[in-house]
C-alpha cells in the first residue's frame, strides 16, 4: 500500500494565482485532513472531512478550499495565492478514532 | 494559555543518552495523547499512542500520561543519532474533536 499521497512535492506560486493540492489515501480511511506547518508553530487543522461529502472548518480554513467526492481523494484548493500562505501542507487520514497518517508534504511558496 | 504547551528545544544530547520530552496542556477533556516523529521534510509518523493515565513502553521510547498534572512524556533510552528528529506531542478528546499538536522538540543525538 502507497498509504496517503501528496502532489506536488514543490511549488511556486505567484501572488493572485490558484492551484489544487492533492491527496489520495489507499487505506479506506473514512476521515481525511489538511493541515499547514509553518516553522516552530506546529500543525495547524485547515479542513477536515468524515467522509465523502461531508467536509468542515478546522482552526485555519480561511483562503482555502476542499471537496470531498471520493473516500480516496480530498483535494485542497488555494484560491487567490498570499505570501501569508507559504508553508509546507501536510494531508492525513484516519479511521474514526484511530491514528492519523501523514503524506509526505507539499511545500508551497508564495512570491 | 495555549490548549499544549512544549519546548521547542532544541535538544542537544551525545549517543547513549536518556532523553525526556514533555508536553503540558490545559484541557481537561483531553483523553488521547500521541507522539509523532518528524525527519526533516517528511511528514510526521505516529511513534507512541496512550489513552488516559499511565506509562506506556515499546522498545526504547516510553510515554508516560499524568492526567492529574496535565503533563505528558516521552522517554528514549540508548539514544542514537537516527533518533534525531522533531518531536510532536498531540492529544484530543473524543470522537469527533480535532487533534491538537504541540508545536514540537527538535532533537539532536551526536556520536
Known amino acids: 500500500n502507497a498509504g496517503v499521497t501528496q502532489t506536488p512535492k514543490f511549488r511556486i506560486l505567484k501572488i493572485g494565482q490558484s492551484m489544487t493540492l492533492q491527496c489520495t489515501q489507499d487505506m479506506n480511511h473514512n476521515y481525511m485532513y489538511w493541515y499547514r506547518q509553518d516553522p516552530g508553530m506546529g500543525l495547524k487543522l485547515i479542513y477536515y472531512s468524515v467522509g465523502a461529502g461531508i467536509t468542515d472548518k478546522g482552526e485555519v480554513p480561511n483562503g482555502y478550499n476542499v471537496s470531498r467526492s471520493t473516500t480516496e481523494d480530498f483535494p485542497l484548493r488555494l484560491e487567490l495565492a498570499a505570501p501569508s500562505q507559504t508553508s509546507v501542507y501536510f494531508c492525513a487520514s484516519s479511521y474514526p478514532m484511530e491514528t492519523q497518517y501523514f503524506g509526505p508534504g507539499t511545500r508551497l511558496l508564495v512570491l | 494559555q495555549k490548549e499544549v504547551e512544549q519546548d521547542p528545544g532544541p535538544l542537544s544530547v551525545p549517543e547513549g543518552a536518556i532523553v525526556s520530552l ?13 507522539w509523532y516523529r518528524q525527519y526533516s521534510r517528511k511528514g510526521p509518523e505516529l511513534l507512541m499512542y496512550t489513552y488516559s493515565s499511565g506509562n506506556k513502553e515499546d522498545g526504547r521510547f516510553t510515554a508516560q500520561v499524568d492526567k492529574s498534572s496535565k503533563y505528558i512524556s516521552l522517554f528514549i533510552r540508548d539514544s542514537q543519532p537516527s533518533d534525531s528528529a522533531t518531536y510532536l506531542c498531540a492529544m484530543r478528546g473524543q470522537a469527533g474533536t480535532a487533534l491538537i499538536f504541540g508545536k514540537g522538540t527538535t532533537l539532536s543525538v551526536s556520536s
Do not use: D, G
Open chain 2, 22 to 34: 514533555n508536553c503540558t496542556y490545559s484541557n481537561s477533556a483531553f483523553q488521547y495523547f500521541m
